[in-house]
């Protein structure tokens, strides 16, 4: 079945520090991927997406996520985060013709300070 | 431009009560859609629209009914509301078409029946 896994539903990183989260998907093609981020309260904002070509994909606020179709995962990271960071970051795809997303469960981050 | 709006952002309901959640957007965008976040489990497609007098259901419509009259409204009724109906509601849009269109969210509404 088509699927979204985000491993970590928490993950707590100082201030400063580098920020890798993990998405994986099922599925038996190349789905269209985005990350969205969700701030206390806050309606859902995307960051960044991925469709095609370049499997680096630059986002707002200094995300980045690679798209590595070998292991079925596309990552989301950024080299230093800052305390507006904390928040929580949902990964989605789209994996077939109805074009409806399917999302992860989610992963809070709570920043250190 | 507003957005997406949803109104109430909070509402407090008793078993059986029924109530409408607000949903509009000043985007132009014919696809809307109705999600539930509850903890744990991301976001549940409730019901979804493609355009103005055309609704359809997604992967947790019972106990949700919609409809889409005008091209900016997509409210979502309540029937008979139930404690498993607690939760937070989102309204998301987006431009229909092509797969890789940004889907914009409303802030939400918080619900809880007792």
């Known amino acids: 079945a088509q699927s979204v896994t985000q491993p970590d539903i928490h993950i707590t990183v100082s201030e400063g520090a580098s920020l890798e989260l993990r998405c994986n998907y099922s599925y038996g093609a190349t789905p269209y991927l985005f990350w969205y981020v969700q701030s206390p309260g806050q309606g859902l904002q995307l960051l960044l997406k991925?469709?095609?070509?370049d499997t680096l994909v630059q986002g707002i606020k200094g995300f980045e996520a690679e798209f590595k179709r070998s292991q079925s995962s596309f990552n989301l990271r950024k080299p230093s985060v800052h305390w507006s960071d904390a928040a929580e970051y949902f990964c989605a795809a789209i994996m077939d013709s109805n074009y409806q997303l399917i999302w992860g469960a989610g992963t809070k981050l709570i920043i250190k300070p | 431009n507003a957005g997406v709006t949803q109104t109430p952002k909070f509402q407090v309901l008793k078993t059986g009560q029924s109530m409408t959640l607000q949903c509009a957007q000043d985007m132009n965008h014919e696809y809307m859609s109705w999600y539930r976040q509850d903890p744990g489990m991301g976001l549940r497609l409730i019901h979804y629209?493609?355009?103005?007098?055309?609704?359809d259901q997604g992967e947790v419509p019972n106990g949700y009914n919609v409809s889409r009259s005008t091209t900016e409204d997509f409210p979502l009724r309540l029937l008979s509301a139930a404690p498993s109906q607690t939760s937070v509601y989102f309204c998301?849009?987006?431009?229909?078409?092509?797969?890789?269109?940004?889907?914009?969210f409303g802030p939400g509404t918080r619900l809880l029946v007792l």
């Open positions: 998301a849009s987006k431009r229909q078409g092509r797969p890789q269109e940004t889907q914009y």
């Open positions: 629209s493609v355009g103005a007098g055309i609704t």
């Open positions: 991925y469709f095609s070509g």
